[in-house]
């Protein structure tokens, strides 16, 4: 409605056409007039249909932001430094939690019987009511602290996240900690996803950044608790492998661009002010 008012419209941090239905390109190029995104690859997209795209830098660049260093972190939290560290983001809603928490309870069940030291700290998205979490972790007898208002900190002690795929995953890549990244839905929602998503390799965004599959997928059925243990050891167990995934997720923060993208829409926006009559 703006645009047909004749109201110049600036869109900031378009649609994500590249993964859900890319003709939708051409709709949003009809009502908008400029288009500040936040993924490198976007532009390219629309250039086409609408040349005033401009890539502004992910604003999660000036969020994740580490406070404390890990040993720090480990003590305040009651975590013991000489444990390997496996840091659980299960996801910010419910229904995320209900389908993901589970297999992350299985694969903890799975690393504590084979003897060795690991521990899994709960990294609780504010979104998420502790309680039934914590009762889940209480029924499956296994000792995984869940902590608030700290994930930043959490991930930067962690060798290794377990990570349901959405911004979390960013997160993780922006603080340089390997990850397998984790995704289920119900049957319904995996079947329209097959049909709406095409040209799409990975659902996981440091892997769609990078070009190539910098860090394990594990989604649907390949999510379980053996699948999400396996893929983290073989991480784990590789020292060489480790540092290479924290090489390429240092080149998926520099193709994130640099921080003040908020700044750059905002001046975008000032730059089609001046231009109104």
């Given at each position: 409605r703006a645009k047909r008012a004749g109201v110049p419209v600036l869109y900031y941090i378009g649609p994500q056409v590249w993964a859900w239905r890319r003709g939708r390109v051409r709709k949003v190029a009809r009502r908008v007039d400029r288009l500040a995104v936040v993924f490198p690859f976007e532009p390219a997209l629309y250039a086409a249909r609408l040349p005033g795209v401009e890539f502004v830098g992910h604003p999660l660049l000036d969020c994740v932001r580490v406070t404390r260093n890990r040993a720090d972190t480990l003590r305040l939290y009651g975590l013991d430094p000489a444990r390997r560290t496996i840091v659980l983001l299960p996801g910010s809603r419910r229904s995320e939690i209900d389908r993901l928490l589970p297999v992350f309870l299985d694969a903890v069940r799975l690393f504590a019987a084979s003897g060795e030291r690991y521990q899994f700290p709960l990294a609780l998205a504010h979104t998420v009511p502790r309680e039934p979490v914590e009762a889940r972790i209480r029924a499956a007898g296994l000792e995984v602290p869940v902590i608030e208002g700290d994930t930043y900190n959490l991930i930067a002690a962690a060798e290794l996240a377990l990570v349901s795929s959405g911004t979390a995953t960013l997160e993780c890549a922006l603080l340089e900690c390997p990850m397998v990244i984790t995704y289920r839905v119900s049957r319904l929602t995996g079947a329209l996803a097959r049909l709406l998503?095409?040209?799409?390799?990975?659902?996981?965004?440091?892997?769609?950044?990078?070009?190539?599959?910098?860090?394990?997928?594990?989604?649907?059925?390949?999510?379980?608790?053996?699948?999400?243990?396996?893929?983290?050891?073989?991480?784990?167990?590789?020292?060489?492998?480790?540092?290479?995934?924290?090489?390429?997720?240092?080149?998926?923060?520099?193709?994130?661009?640099?921080?003040?993208?908020?700044?750059?829409?905002?001046?975008?926006?000032?730059?089609?002010?001046?231009?109104?009559?």
């Open positions: 998503v095409r040209g799409v390799r990975n659902i996981g965004m440091p892997n769609i950044v990078a070009g190539r599959e910098v860090v394990p997928e594990l989604l649907q059925g390949r999510a379980s608790g053996a699948g999400i243990v396996a893929a983290a050891r073989a991480i784990l167990d590789d020292p060489a492998r480790h540092a290479e995934i924290i090489v390429a997720l240092r080149e998926v923060r520099r193709r994130l661009g640099r921080g003040g993208a908020a700044g750059r829409a905002a001046a975008i926006a000032l730059e089609i002010l001046r231009g109104v009559p």
